[in-house]
């Protein structure tokens, strides 16, 4: 069955990064896209990117250019999203999600990032 | 950027109840629809995909409808485990955007 794997909670100081995990397992990795979503305390559903694992190409949410970049590792199932310059507004659960004809159709578990000093 | 807003932000309602949330779109997206479910503490979970799409294990109480800028989500008859927050996500370009979510409470 599809299984997507997230890395444990994280603890930041202001200013610095987080890379967050997702260890996909059930199907062949690099045929289907790699969605990145993250939730504020208390907020909505915020895409945040997306990447192709068959051939890398990423398509970022404009709020993040430059702050964020998404990676995947074939040989290892892996998909990586590392944000940058970190603020308390980043604290948020993130999630990786893995497409299916478009849509994110299986999720992470999540992974809660906290930005504090 | 497709902005997405749905209607109502929150819902009180009964077991039983035959329940609808709207998700209009700032300009046409086709069918390119998702509706989520999500819990507390947990990961959203898709229901239905291409506006009308159930996705398979989705109980059939549950169904899609709409294209263009208008669609809803209908629950025929809620059940207990039907208490949630639900989002409407447009895939039909980029950026990604969701609705800010309807929160379903038990009346």
């Known amino acids: 069955q599809v299984q997507l794997v997230q890395s444990g909670a994280e603890v930041k100081m202001p200013g610095a990064s987080v890379t967050v995990s997702c260890k996909a397992s059930g199907y062949t990795f690099n045929s289907y896209g790699i969605s990145w979503v993250r939730q504020a305390p208390g907020q909505g559903l915020e895409w945040m990117g997306w990447i192709s694992t068959h051939n890398g190409n990423t398509n970022y949410a404009q709020k993040l250019q430059g702050r964020v970049t998404m990676t995947t590792e074939t040989s290892t199932s892996t998909a990586y999203m590392e944000l940058r310059s970190l603020t308390s507004d980043d604290t948020a659960v993130y999630y990786c999600?893995?497409?299916?004809?478009?849509?994110?159709?299986?999720w992470g578990q999540g992974t809660l990032v906290t930005v504090s000093s | 950027d497709i902005q997405l807003t749905q209607s109502p932000s929150f819902l009180s309602a009964s077991v039983g109840d035959r329940v609808s949330i709207t998700c209009r779109a700032s300009?046409?997206?086709?069918?390119?629809l998702a509706w989520f479910q999500q819990k507390p503490g947990k990961a959203p979970k898709l229901l239905i995909y291409t506006a009308s799409t159930l996705q398979s294990g989705v109980p059939s109480r549950f169904s899609g409808s709409g294209s263009g800028t208008e669609f809803t989500l209908t629950i025929s008859s809620l059940q207990p485990e039907d208490f949630a927050t639900y989002y409407c996500?447009?895939?039909?370009?980029?950026?990604?955007?969701f609705g800010q979510g309807t929160r379903l409470e038990i009346k």
């Open positions: 300009q046409g997206i086709s069918s390119y």
């Open positions: 996500q447009q895939v039909n370009s980029y950026p990604i955007t």
């Open positions: 999600a893995r497409d299916w004809s478009g849509y994110s159709a299986y």
